[in-house]
């Protein structure tokens, strides 16, 4: 397959009959000093960021804080959450309104690859090759 570089280049290479080769992820632990792994694209992942003067020690602690922000619920205890798990834990106790259905909570992993991603896209290469990755 062709490097795809947009959405669209994909759906569109993908239309035409190229099967991507996925990289399954999961986990969030990091490797050992000097070492990076596929464990740094999770939501739970320790990589601390900044949007807009707030500070969040994983995408999992922005997304649960944007969802508590987007149905009006405090958000404080989440972000101060020790542990991504522990952020999942308060965000999972948000009040949802009745009419909750289609309201999107965040774009934090977004803000996160920002944050980490370099310049050259030489450097960007995962273990594994030239795979996409994607949450499994």
Not at 32 to 60: D, H, K, N, R
Request: with cysteine; glycine share 12%.
């Amino acid at each position: 397959m062709h490097q795809a570089r947009t959405a669209e280049q994909l759906a569109a290479a993908m239309r035409g009959g190229d099967q991507p080769d996925w990289l399954m992820f999961w986990g969030h632990r990091p490797e050992p000093p000097g070492q990076i792994g596929i464990s740094c694209l999770s939501q739970w992942y320790p990589a601390a960021f900044t949007v807009e003067g707030t500070a969040y020690p994983s995408a999992e602690h922005f997304m649960m804080c944007a969802k508590a922000r987007v149905f009006q619920d405090a958000d404080a205890s989440i972000l101060n959450a020790a542990t991504a798990s522990e952020a999942k834990r308060l965000g999972r106790q948000v009040r949802l309104p009745q009419d909750h259905v289609g309201r999107a909570p965040g774009d934090g992993g977004v803000h996160r690859q920002r944050r980490q991603v370099p310049p050259e896209p030489g450097a960007r290469r995962l273990p594994g090759g030239n795979q996409d990755a994607r949450a499994g």
